[in-house]
């Protein structure tokens, strides 16, 4: 469990990550929730992408997960692997995935559009496509990428995206502060292009409904789109 792991942190720094072992870590319960604050999942994406040698997996659906789950209990050269297990759904593309793991830090490109470009990180995948067919009543044709990993960036398609791209936009399912939205927003620091990063603000929440949480954080396809058309402008 992502609140449990907390308890954690010492040893997969200095046992795992130090050492580079070959462990696989399966995390659950990551992510905005509406249970009591000592079972929040908001804070693993910031505590863990940030230890050196530990790599970050985040499936976007069934065939994502068994790929990588494959792929990390097999791998004994890399080093740690953390897969964030989506706790909401498993979402079935009927799609075999063949992606190669061991080329850390690639993104996906799942469709090439201009102007603006979501990057919908691991279960926020889903809200990225629905976010960009939302733009499409507004005539935007978005970019939607999967990043995969959020533990490193793709470095050559970020920079790739600047040809065509005014607008970044990151969806991520816990707190912004620290995350992996901001990284996205720091590469293109010293760039034209904006950034605009979704997630959730650093709070504890204590059994707040999930729809209240994703309402106060501009988490709806309705209220990233706003967001979206007004940085257009």
């Not at 509406?34 to 863990?48: N, R, W």
């Not at 530990?54 to 004994?76: A, G």
């Not at 707040?208 to 979206?228: A, Q, W």
């Amino acid at each position: 469990m992502s609140s449990f792991l907390q308890r954690a942190y010492d040893q997969i720094i200095e046992d795992l990550a130090l050492n580079k072992i070959p462990a696989t870590i399966l995390l659950y319960g990551g992510g905005i929730n509406s249970q009591a604050d000592t079972h929040l999942g908001l804070f693993d994406i910031p505590m863990l992408i940030n230890i050196p040698d530990l790599i970050c997996l985040n499936p976007t659906n069934k065939e994502e997960y068994l790929k990588m789950l494959d792929w990390s209990v097999n791998e004994n050269k890399i080093g740690p692997c953390v897969i964030r297990i989506p706790q909401k759904e498993y979402i079935k593309s009927g799609i075999e995935d063949n992606t190669d793991y061991s080329k850390l830090n690639k993104f996906k490109i799942g469709y090439k559009g201009k102007n603006v470009a979501i990057i919908g990180l691991g279960y926020f995948y889903k809200l990225a496509g629905e976010v960009k067919e939302e733009l499409k009543k507004n005539n935007i044709d978005a970019t939607l990428i999967n990043p995969i990993y959020s533990s490193g960036i793709d470095v050559d398609l970020l920079n790739e995206l600047k040809n065509e791209h005014k607008l970044i936009v990151t969806l991520e399912d816990g707190i912004i502060s620290g995350g992996f939205g901001e990284k996205i927003a720091t590469f293109y620091g010293p760039t034209d292009v904006k950034v605009l990063v979704f997630g959730a603000i650093k709070e504890f929440t204590n059994n707040v409904p999930i729809d209240i949480l994703y309402k106060k954080n501009r988490l709806t396809k309705e209220l990233i789109c706003e967001d979206i058309l007004k940085n257009l402008k």
